[in-house]
């Protein structure tokens, strides 16, 4: 049981260049998140999405698109990347409410650190 | 947007120390939870919090959701070196559709 895992661990990119950060959840949770983490700062929620094929804009969407295509996979792409979006990204997932279990619990994946020069 | 205060910013003890940290908010919240995050991780969920006054422990960890709904506090007993990181507090609102606030972070630090 993995958990929630990212891919690419680290990336650099140059302005201008597009690139997709991949998270992965064997849990079956339902929920799933992907947020952007800067020094000194919080956890920023770029995009959500409460179940397949469904994606909602969170805090900070600007600059970034997510799909949702199967229930264990999100996708957050950066089509034209630029310096203000160096930062350390986080996906989580957490279980749906109607359940058993509380969906305020997320948990969340190891981090994608991304460099934009 | 929503805001929590958390407070301190950081915080140097000694080993051995009992540590005491907390956020703030003007919202009212349903649940709250803190989490721990590592160098180089992701954070990890420690304590979740779901009603007014409740008082949850894991271990040396203490956690309250506040009365008014609108505060919560982490105490840390007889602080180890394993403790170093950052805490954060987070909160779902009463009307969110399961989005979480966070606060921006506790940084622990023990002397050597």
């Known amino acids: 049981n993995a958990g929630v895992t990212q891919t690419p661990k680290f990336r650099v990119l140059k302005t201008g260049q597009s690139m997709t950060l991949l998270c992965a959840q064997d849990m079956n949770h339902e929920y799933m998140y992907w947020y952007r983490q800067d020094p000194g700062m919080g956890l920023r929620l770029i995009h959500y999405?409460?179940?397949?094929?469904?994606?909602a804009k969170g805090e900070v969407p600007d600059g970034y698109n997510v799909s949702r295509l199967k229930k264990q996979n999100f996708l957050l792409g950066l089509e034209s990347a630029a310096p203000s979006q160096t930062s350390v990204y986080f996906c989580a997932s957490s279980y749906s409410a109607g359940g058993p279990f509380l969906p305020y619990e997320q948990y969340f994946g190891p981090g994608t650190r991304l460099t934009v020069t | 947007g929503q805001q929590l205060n958390q407070s301190p910013q950081s915080m140097f003890i000694q080993e051995g120390e009992d540590v005491s940290m907390n956020c703030t908010s003007s919202?009212?919240?349903?649940?709250w939870l803190w989490y721990k995050q590592d160098p180089g991780e992701g954070p990890v969920l420690l304590i979740a919090l779901y009603k007014a006054g409740e008082l949850t422990s894991n271990g040396r960890l203490t956690a309250q959701f506040g009365i008014t709904r609108k505060d919560s506090f982490l105490n840390i007993s007889a602080s180890i070196p394993s403790d170093v990181g950052i805490y954060f507090c987070a909160g779902q609102l009463w009307d969110s559709n399961y989005q979480l606030i966070w606060g921006a972070g506790t940084k622990l630090i023990i002397k050597p």
């Open positions: 919202s009212i919240f349903n649940t």
């Open positions: 999405s409460v179940g397949e094929g469904t994606t």
